[in-house]
């Protein structure tokens, strides 16, 4: 791009060829059978119900802790994300699947909880017992520590992508689906 704007302000006759260096960043991490339930043990009570809908749905960290109770519909069986929200601008919705339901209904009965404790109204779907949004310093740091308290220091939020979609693979459901579901 610098190159670019020294041709078009006639600093430079040409762009010259750079050779492209070979990326080795691929991420390859996966939950094998078993990891994340050691590391869930060790989450704070609060994180559990976010990661075990990130192990499920397999969406980003910040679509998550974005998600707010109107996200929700609990009638229908759906959680949904709105094309402004998402990286690449589609929208999508996840299934209630059992777990996910489940997540979502432990959330729920600390939301009226808190809410009746505290007399104020709560957005979030995933929050602190303080009644805060979670945030992503604080997920991170509780979610790295319970990692390595689990003797999986290798883990990353991140991984819950791969494995969400390799999961749904094995339970039969078609690749293609798989990747529009959590949108990798």
């Known amino acids: 791009r610098m190159f670019r704007l020294a041709v078009d302000l006639d600093l430079v006759d040409a762009v010259p060829k750079i050779p492209r260096l070979e990326e080795l960043n691929t991420r390859k991490g996966f939950f094998e059978d078993g990891q994340y339930a050691d590391v869930r043990k060790h989450l704070p009570d609060y994180l559990r119900p976010l990661c075990d809908v990130a192990f499920h749905t397999g969406w980003r960290q910040g679509e ?28 999508r919705q996840f299934p209630l699947i059992a777990p996910v339901r489940e997540a979502i209904e432990v959330q729920k009965a600390r939301k009226l909880e808190l809410e009746r404790s505290e007399g104020r109204i709560i957005r979030q779907l995933f929050f602190t017992p303080a009644g805060e949004p979670v945030s992503r310093y604080t997920l991170h740091s509780a979610f790295k520590r319970a990692c390595s308290k ?3 220091p290798e883990r990353l939020f991140h991984d819950f992508r791969r494995t969400a979609v390799r999961n749904s693979t094995r339970a039969g459901i078609p690749r293609s689906v798989a990747k529009t579901l959590s949108a990798t």
């Open 150 to 152: 689990a003797g999986h």
């Open 64 to 91: 998550l802790l974005s998600r707010t109770w109107a996200d929700v519909d609990l009638a229908t069986g759906w959680l949904r994300l709105e094309p402004h929200e998402t990286k690449n601008g589609e929208g």
